[in-house]
């Protein structure tokens, strides 16, 4: 049973190669003893992500649930903003950004934009009210008594 030896750096397995192969021009090391067995086999790279474009999605995700949750919603703009910055300060890659950055702003686009649909809605929820509209008129009515009663007229 032959004993199977893996280059240390890389993993592959190393292959001794015959004594009687005789090395032609296309061998860039003449001296070279050994061959990996995935020498001719091209890998697939796997694309390279920066911290930042996983801090990108991060934040986009973060700021997509404080946007669905009522009380943080004004964080998710703040959230949204950050993550945008995030994506135009992560450095691109064979003239693109990662799949994670672009993930990340879409996400924060969504959050400010979602956020600033539910702020109004609840603003204009609120001004429409039975129970505003009928503070108001107690408001103004006591104003005028106030008014009246402090005239302060010179």
Do not use: W
């Amino acid at each position: 049973m032959e004993d199977k030896r893996y280059d240390p750096y890389t993993g592959y397995e190393i292959k001794e190669e015959d004594s009687t192969q005789k090395y032609n021009a296309q061998n860039d090391n003449p001296y070279r003893q050994y061959r990996y067995e995935d020498d001719h086999t091209e890998q697939p790279q796997q694309e390279q992500t920066s911290g930042i474009a996983i801090a990108t999605m991060i934040l986009g995700i973060i700021a997509v649930v404080c946007m669905v949750s009522c009380c943080c919603t004004p964080l998710a703009i703040i959230l949204g903003i950050a993550a945008i910055i995030c994506f135009i300060v992560t450095p691109k890659v064979n003239e693109t950004r990662g799949t994670k950055a672009k993930a990340g702003l879409i996400c924060g686009i969504i959050a400010i934009i979602g956020s600033i649909i539910l702020i109004t809605v609840f603003v204009i929820n609120v001004f429409l009210s039975a129970d505003f509209q009928n503070e108001m008129k107690e408001f103004d009515t006591n104003y005028d008594k106030y008014t009246e009663q402090m005239d302060d007229t010179i």
